[in-house]
């Protein structure tokens, strides 16, 4: 029932931008917190970024902490993740993930508390 589509990927050299964005359709709840996952060859998936549903709060790594920006569009079936000065490290295949209500307290860039997977959308900073 509940599908994410990703798209906006594409090839980018180092300092440039990129926004990716991600549709959902049959909708988890009144209110779902969505993140952003990366998955770079050879390596394992780690957590980008990631929205609270029902607060509006925002949780990024250290990693691409004031580079990235995620926003949920309420009351739309979009949540973007615009990527600013990417660098060749932030080359990977990006998911987008969704949950239901609100997002758990040290668990907000955890896989596991996530229902919901799109198939990925490749980023690639040469």
């Known amino acids: 029932h509940v599908q994410l589509v990703e798209s906006g990927g594409g090839s980018v050299q180092p300092g440039g931008s990129l926004t990716l964005s991600c549709a959902v359709s049959?909708?988890?709840?009144?209110?779902?917190?969505m993140a952003w996952f990366r998955q770079a060859a050879g390596q394992e998936r780690e957590g980008v970024a990631a929205v609270d549903g029902t607060n509006g709060g925002t949780f990024y790594t250290e990693s691409e902490k004031g580079r990235f920006t995620i926003s949920q569009a309420y009351g739309k079936t979009t949540v973007s993740l615009q990527m600013n000065d990417l660098k060749p490290e932030d080359a990977a295949t990006y998911y987008c993930?969704?949950?239901?209500?609100?997002?758990?307290?040290?668990?907000?860039?955890?896989?596991?508390?996530?229902?919901?997977w799109g198939q990925g959308t490749q980023v690639t900073v040469s």
């Open positions: 049959g909708r988890p709840g009144l209110r779902y917190s």
């Open positions: 993930a969704t949950k239901s209500g609100s997002l758990w307290r040290n668990y907000e860039l955890s896989s596991s508390i996530y229902n919901y």
